[in-house]
């Protein structure tokens, strides 16, 4: 079945630094959603991308979507300690309400 | 709009016993899935109802079961529990107008099994 492999696992930064998860795919995607969750939260939906080479911006936050829609990434500028968690990509299966997830990039911030 | 409802929040059971957890979906929102969360596995698709159907199932045993009420609303079920079934189980609604869209996801129920 379609999988998705997110890097890196964890990452720790200073506050003020950059952070980038990627995730990618052996397959063409047809779409692909990030995901944040807070430590002891729930996953709370951040975007989707549907479009090849689509870049979109959320404030500090900038989502892309490869060219070849096998791969995408999530930067963050200037990393806040409300940034910590847990950040995932998934894939939707059709047009249906199954996501895979990626394994998670866990992200913690030094104040 | 309220969000998603998981009842109940907390759940200690004891191995071999079964469990049934409870979740209430977004007014509105025709499908229910059904995840589960454990540090090792990450986030597990269980299965998705759609209109009291069930549209997708995971790679999980017979032991993990769902339906789901003309009301939306969707239980799961686990038989013969088992320590590896310890996990947090998340419940997420969407309304798939017009394509895959968000899911919200419910705050989980902890299941701990002794």
């Known amino acids: 079945g379609q999988q998705v492999m997110q890097i890196p696992q964890y990452q720790h930064v200073q506050e003020g630094e950059d952070f980038t998860t990627y995730c990618n795919s052996s397959t063409t995607l047809s779409n692909i959603q990030w995901y944040k969750q807070r430590p002891g939260g729930h996953p709370v939906f951040l975007i989707q991308?549907?479009?090849?080479?689509e870049v979109k911006k959320q404030k500090r936050l900038t989502f892309q979507f490869g060219e070849a829609k096998k791969n995408s990434s999530l930067h963050i500028t200037a990393t806040q300690t409300t940034d910590v968690g847990t950040y995932f990509c998934?894939?939707?299966?059709?047009?249906?309400?199954?996501?895979?997830f990626g394994q998670g990039t866990t992200l913690q911030v030094k104040p | 709009k309220a969000g998603v409802t998981q009842t109940p929040r907390y759940l200690i059971k004891t191995r071999g016993q079964q469990v049934t957890l409870s979740c209430s979906p977004i007014s509105g929102h025709r499908s229910v899935s059904w995840y589960q969360q454990t540090p090792g596995q990450g986030l597990q698709f269980l299965f998705e109802?759609?209109?009291?159907?069930?549209?997708n199932k995971g790679n999980f045993p017979g032991r993990f079961s769902g339906r789901q009420f003309s009301n939306s609303r969707s239980e799961m079920n686990v038989s013969t529990l088992e320590l590896g079934d310890s996990a947090l189980y998340l419940c997420a609604s969407s309304s798939l107008r017009g394509g895959p869209s968000e899911q919200y996801f419910g705050p989980g129920t902890r299941l701990t099994v002794t």
């Open positions: 991308l549907v479009k090849s080479g």
């Open positions: 109802y759609f209109s009291e159907t069930q549209r």
């Open positions: 998934a894939i939707s299966s059709g047009n249906t309400g199954k996501l895979i």
